[in-house]
């Protein structure tokens, strides 16, 4: 949880600051990427399988639309970090990545290459089995956002409608969770996260960014 005065003063004209209870909230999601692709080309070895991590809050723009602002994307493939910066605004680095599995146990790493210090760890395994998030629940709140915002460098805000079918989340039994990240977003995080979620992976279009004040629907 975090103060959503806080996450306010760090947000683009257009965008207001989304709560559940009254607070604001910030996410660290490690992920994984496979077979990334323009809707005209087939996946491309070496290049369309990736590994991400994102510091993302949660927001809605003036039509009152809830989406996601993004603080931060690290990524180890750097076709994908200098695409997502020129066409779609976004915040990537480039970062030196891992992603192991010994049995039901994960373990994920990330360094950005423009930083020095450990790596940011994640060490999980399977916890409760998955079901979707309930419509009013926190859990609901975090994951089903349909909409990514982005500013360009002279401001402007744009917005992109994601699809794809609602996450099948589980609460895992996590090990290692570094705060890192948020700290390189300029947040401060102390104490235990409120929620930890897993996710099942599922298909996801991206749509071209249009101005936020233009139809997305």
């Known amino acids: 949880m975090v103060d959503a005065r806080t996450v306010q003063s760090t947000l683009p004209r257009g965008l207001t600051a989304d709560t559940f209870g009254g607070v604001a909230y910030l996410g660290i999601v490690p992920f994984f990427m496979q077979r990334v692709r323009p809707a005209w080309l087939p996946p491309l070895p070496g290049v369309s399988w990736f590994l991400e991590l994102n510091v993302r809050s949660y927001?809605?723009?003036?039509?009152?639309?809830?989406?996601v602002w993004f603080y931060s994307l690290d990524c180890n493939q750097p076709l994908a970090v200098s695409l997502a910066?020129?066409?779609?605004?976004?915040?990537?680095?480039?970062?030196?990545?891992?992603?192991?599995?010994?049995?039901?146990?994960?373990?994920?790493?990330?360094?950005?290459?423009?930083?020095?210090?450990?790596?940011?760890?994640?060490?999980?395994?399977?916890?409760?089995?998955?079901?979707?998030?309930?419509?009013?629940?926190?859990e609901f709140f975090l994951v089903e956002r349909y909409l990514l915002f982005a500013a360009n460098?002279?401001?402007?805000?744009?917005?992109?409608?994601?699809?794809?079918a609602p996450y099948q989340i589980a609460t895992p039994v996590v090990a290692e969770l570094s705060t890192t990240p948020a700290r390189q977003a300029g947040f401060d995080l102390a104490g235990d996260p409120v929620s930890l979620l897993a996710a099942r992976p599922v298909d996801v279009s991206i749509f071209q960014l249009r101005p936020a004040d233009a139809s997305v629907d």
């Open 153 to 164: 460098p002279a401001g402007r805000l744009f917005a992109g409608r994601v699809h794809h």
């Open 59 to 67: 927001v809605c723009d003036a039509a009152g639309r809830p989406g």
């Open 85 to 138: 910066r020129r066409f779609f605004h976004l915040p990537y680095f480039h970062a030196r990545m891992s992603a192991r599995r010994t049995g039901e146990t994960m373990r994920f790493e990330s360094e950005r290459r423009c930083s020095s210090g450990a790596p940011a760890g994640y060490t999980w395994r399977s916890g409760s089995p998955a079901s979707l998030a309930q419509p009013g629940s926190l």
